[in-house]
């Protein structure tokens, strides 16, 4: 019986640590969060919609490197297409190209001897966010969950892909890989480099600030402004733009635990007549991840508010579309994890051909996808029922 209390108050009071760990380092990162200032600039935006278009695009980019490349990932496999990236970069680096390389600890599937050969042949690589002290369990969980690659600080990438042969659409238990990710040339890639050396300082690597990585960039066509968040603030930012909706607002993500404050916005929003339109995919790719955003899609569908279900692969593109004049690609997944605990980055675009090729897309999977009713909704099964009890428990850490 004394055993069996023991026990109880270990676990008491392990919970209880964990929480106030999390809490009281959620808190120290709010209050170390910057609020950048969005720079409107001038690139050359190239928008990518398959994984064959952004791989054949990005090694062509990184083979022509003659100075630097700069490469976060959240997620690096060392399979087929993982292997391709690798040799390029080992390459490179032998060619007397600085390669940095910043991956997340828990997303990168690198053998320790792969990451020896790298350094070996002269890549840099490191770990963003290593776990610290005091807060153990919140570091834990934190993410830097940014895809950037910056080439000769003149071409950048920002978006959803990250490095594997599942972004090829090869992984049998998907299928068919939706993603959407921007290769911009010229102006805007000051705030991608801008970004990833801040990052790589994070990673207690040596700060680095050299004037050959900033180069002199030409402007184009595109309007842009770059928007990185720190586990604070994106949230705020996405009240912001859907306040602004007059007609229409289009949203597509892998991933819907929105809170609160944002449910709200989108709810108020479809009451002053605003047209919504919600698409993620049929299928989760993480354990309670699509029973965590169930208990929100009633209030949706009551409220006139589309949600449509991907069931052609999977849907990882995390975009939204404000009455065909602004457009957000990116990083960040429309839930509490990408707003308060992880660190994103994503692009807002101005320009209305870029904007409209967006929606096109967006709309294209739409057309292809099941939409959901009321009476769809109200037949799920029992079980899912107590999942999605269980999944809103943990929703902040989904």
């Not at 690659?149 to 920002?158: E, N, Q």
Request: glycine content about 8%; aromatic content about 12%.
């Amino acid at each position: 019986m004394n055993g069996m209390i023991i026990t109880l108050v270990i676990i008491v009071l392990l919970v209880t640590w964990l929480r106030m760990d999390f809490i009281f380092g959620q808190k120290k990162q709010r209050k170390e969060a910057t609020r950048h200032t969005q720079v409107t600039r001038y690139g050359d935006v190239e928008f990518l919609a398959t994984g064959d278009d952004f791989f054949e695009a990005l090694f062509a980019d990184l083979s022509q490197a003659e100075h630097h490349i700069h490469l976060l990932f959240y997620i690096f496999k060392e399979d087929h297409i993982g292997n391709k990236a690798l040799k390029i970069l080992a390459d490179k680096a032998q060619e007397g190209v600085t390669v940095r390389v910043l991956v997340d600890r828990f997303g990168c599937d690198l053998s320790r001897k792969t990451i020896k050969q790298l350094r070996k042949k002269g890549v840099r690589f490191a770990y963003s966010h290593p776990v610290s002290f005091p807060y153990l369990f919140f570091t834990l969980n934190r993410r830097n969950h940014r895809k950037l690659v910056i080439v000769d600080g003149r071409v950048g990438y920002i978006g959803g892909f990250n490095i594997g042969d599942e972004y090829l659409g090869r992984d049998p238990k998907f299928g068919p890989w939706r993603d959407f990710h921007l290769r911009l040339n010229g102006d805007g890639v000051q705030d991608l480099q801008e970004q990833f050396l801040e990052d790589w300082q994070t990673a207690k690597q040596k700060f680095v600030r050299e004037e050959a990585l900033y180069p002199s960039l030409r402007k184009g066509p595109h309007p842009l402004r770059i928007l990185p968040t720190d586990g604070s603030y994106l949230e705020e930012s996405f009240i912001s733009l859907i306040s602004q909706a007059k007609k229409t607002i289009t949203i597509g993500t892998p991933y819907y635990i929105p809170g609160k404050p944002l449910q709200k916005a989108l709810i108020e929003a479809a009451k002053r007549g605003v047209d919504i339109r919600l698409i993620l995919p049929k299928k989760g790719d993480h354990p309670f991840v699509k029973e965590a955003a169930f208990p929100y899609f009633k209030d949706l569908l009551v409220a006139g508010i589309e949600v449509y279900q991907y069931y052609r692969g999977f849907f990882h593109a995390k975009a939204i579309v404000i009455d065909t004049q602004m457009a957000d690609v990116g990083t960040a997944n429309f839930d509490k994890r990408s707003f308060h605990i992880n660190h994103e980055i994503n692009c807002l675009l101005y320009d209305q051909t870029i904007v409209q090729v967006v929606l096109d897309q967006l709309e294209h999977d739409i057309f292809t996808a099941q939409r959901m009713t009321i009476e769809t909704f109200n037949s799920r099964p029992f079980l899912q029922r107590g999942k999605e009890k269980l999944a809103t428990l943990i929703s902040g850490l989904l």
